[in-house]
């Protein structure tokens, strides 16, 4: 009888400890789901990017197959129908334009007149002739004809609008280095930039002067970059200020070119949020391949630039069109040709499928494919992070987004986002690019790419983006640092 009653109660003993057990995982497990119910917890994507599906689309994006995505090609054309179809497979809907059948389309086919010239332009500069092939190279162009007065310019100087000026190059100053010079040069009101031939550029001179310059018509104002000989330097560091310098040469006829866009969208679902759009990007082409670059290997895969974005757009997709639908727009877009001059964010940005004042940020990814040293793990940097007050609140939501370590090199104005930027809207660069010397380089293959770092650094922006389209905060540019 002893017995019996030791067993009654060793079991009434252990009934409680289930019963305490499970009211635990059920407080727990409500808890969780009333978490998710009021936004306040988002434990179901918190690895909602997988690893493996970073791969398979990294891995088609930046094989030898696709040629390097070369601008306006074939093959960037075959990338944007491919972010297309992904676009589609993940629920989104259509905003290109009317495709197979007249029914819309992922993919948006922006058409563009190249112009090249017909014979070697050449620059005068007071008494001086100066012809392509010989003391000088266009490097960079977007006009046949051009004059402006010459302007010695000290550095960190600003030039007048529409001047020409010179720079020198520098012992240990490297062909990037004088590039960046250039680009802050003309974004600062150059029309013509003059640079001192470097190392580099000497052992590709013949490459250059092979080939006769050519460029997309444009409304912009003048823009041009040549590179001169030292001998031609010397001359040009001579010329006193307000001497007329004029750029020109003969064009041959227009050539039609295009590029293409790849465009998907979710539309919001709040009766007031939903008009209001938040743009999600990257640039889907690269550089193709060169021919004349050195050793065997002639294709420029741009993995790291910028297979990895369009792969964090992609996934940020498919994550998104898999939950609740957001209160706000969501655009997705990966733009063509950006390696060519931005192109297909221009036309985008310039023919807008809403109005412009309804798109209240936009986010471009690049170059996340690799951690950058100047950064703590896992962490992300934004461009222009002090322009705006949008990465400090998306990092306030979690983000882990820290300001450019790299200022010198100027990124805010060195991808789409800056299109965007300078008609006024919020316009951010995400990225964790380490100045790595693959580069523009046909050595940026995916054998480079760091996939648990890039999946982390994709599955680190799903929180605060999905925050952001579903909140009501508008980002605004801080006082004196609009575009």
């Known amino acids: 009888m002893q017995a019996l009653r030791l067993r009654y109660v060793s079991s009434v ?9 499970y009211s635990r ?7 969780i789901l009333l978490s998710i119910s009021l936004g306040l917890a988002q434990p179901a994507i918190k690895y909602a990017v997988k690893e493996r599906n970073v791969r398979a689309e990294l891995n088609f994006l930046a094989s030898d197959a696709m040629q390097g995505r070369g601008s306006g090609t074939q093959f960037e054309r075959i990338t944007a129908e491919y972010v297309g179809s992904q676009f589609a497979q993940f629920g989104l809907e259509p905003a290109g334009e009317n495709g197979w059948e007249g029914k819309p389309s992922f993919v948006q086919t922006v058409n563009i007149a ?25 490097l960079r162009t977007n006009t046949n004809a051009a004059t402006a007065e010459f302007q010695a310019v000290a550095d960190g100087a600003k030039p007048k609008t529409g001047a020409a000026v ?47 310059p050519s460029f997309t018509s444009t409304s912009a104002r003048a823009a041009i970059t040549i590179i001169v000989s030292t001998d031609a330097a010397n001359e040009l560091v001579k010329t006193p200020d307000g001497t007329k310098v004029e750029f020109g040469g003969k064009l041959a006829p227009s050539q039609e070119q295009n590029t293409w866009n790849a465009i998907g969208k979710l539309t919001g679902s709040d009766p007031r949020l939903s008009s209001q759009v938040i743009l999600l990007s990257s640039h889907l082409d690269h550089l193709g391949t060169r021919q004349n670059a050195p050793g065997d290997d002639k294709i420029f895969n741009g993995a790291d630039d910028d297979a990895s974005g369009t792969v964090a757009v992609m996934e940020l997709a498919r994550v998104l069109a898999s939950g609740k639908r957001p209160r706000r727009t969501i655009y997705f877009v990966c733009f063509g040709s950006e390696e060519a001059g931005g192109y297909g964010a221009n036309y985008f940005v310039n023919n807008l499928p809403f109005p412009k004042e309804k798109l209240v940020a936009n986010l471009e990814f690049e170059m996340i494919g690799r951690p950058d040293a100047k950064v703590k793990t896992e962490e992300l940097w934004l461009t222009g992070y002090d322009r705006s007050n949008l990465g400090p609140e998306l990092a306030r939501r979690g983000a882990k987004l820290v300001p450019d370590p790299h200022p010198e090199e100027n990124f805010f104005q060195r991808s789409d986002n800056y299109t965007l930027a300078r008609q006024g809207i919020i316009a951010h660069t995400v990225s964790s690019f380490g100045l790595h010397t693959d580069y523009h380089h046909a050595s940026d293959e995916v054998r480079t790419i760091d996939f648990m770092h890039m999946t982390r650094a994709i599955n680190s922006m799903v929180s605060p983006v999905i925050w952001l389209v579903n909140s009501g905060f508008t980002p605004a540019w801080n006082e004196g640092k609009k575009p």
């Open 13 to 21: 003993a252990k009934y409680d400890q289930y019963m305490k057990f």
């Open 25 to 31: 995982i059920y407080t727990f497990a409500a808890t």
């Open 166 to 212: 010179l720079v020198r190059a520098k012992e240990g100053v490297d062909q990037r280095a004088a590039m960046l010079a250039a680009q802050n040069l003309a974004s600062a009101g150059a029309s013509i930039v003059f640079l001192e031939e470097t190392p580099q550029w000497r052992a590709g001179w013949t490459n250059f002067a092979s080939r006769l």
């Open 114 to 138: 190249r112009r090249t010239f017909a014979e070697k332009p050449t620059v005068k500069c007071g008494s001086r002739t100066f012809e392509h092939g010989g003391e000088m190279v266009v």
